[in-house]
């Protein structure tokens, strides 16, 4: 059993976190007792330490919230979620790999330019 701090540590987030997700509906509050301290269960360092994990993989808080319902029905529909996330970041990754492609041969251009004052970069985001 853990005091929320003790949680929060353990899961190496804020606790500000943990009453995040509670408000958040991801994790569940513990009754606090008449004296004392709220008490979080394992199964409560688990659910954060799986929201962070799913975080790190790119889902939203929304999207996780899908997950945790998902987590007790069958693995096509997280599939198809996951899936889902998985185009999402491939589009992203195709964008930044023109954006990339874009700023190497703005700089080369900018390197190569013989004139002081006229700078390729700055022409390039004028209208």
């Keep these: 059993m853990y005091t929320i701090s003790k949680l929060a540590k353990k899961a190496n987030v804020g606790v500000?976190?943990?009453?995040f997700y509670e408000r958040k509906g991801l994790l569940e509050q513990p009754?606090?007792?008449i004296q004392g301290y709220r008490q979080y269960t394992e199964q409560a360092l688990s659910r954060v330490l799986f929201i962070k994990r799913a975080q790190y993989l790119g889902f939203t808080l929304a999207e996780i919230s899908s997950l945790l319902i998902l987590s007790a029905s069958n693995c096509e529909d997280v599939q198809q979620l996951a899936e889902q996330k998985l185009a999402v970041i491939e589009d992203k990754l195709s964008d930044l790999l023109n954006l990339k492609e874009s700023l190497?041969?703005?700089?080369?251009d900018?390197?190569?330019?013989p004139s002081d004052k006229d700078c390729p970069i700055i022409q390039s985001l004028q209208p």
């Excluded at 500000?16 to 009453?19: A, F, G, L, M, S």
């Excluded at 190497?104 to 080369?108: I, P």
């Excluded at 900018?110 to 330019?113: I, L, P, R």
């Design 110 to 113: 900018c390197k190569n330019n």
């Design 16 to 19: 500000e976190t943990i009453r």
């Design 104 to 108: 190497v041969s703005l700089v080369s």
């Design 31 to 33: 009754i606090k007792p």
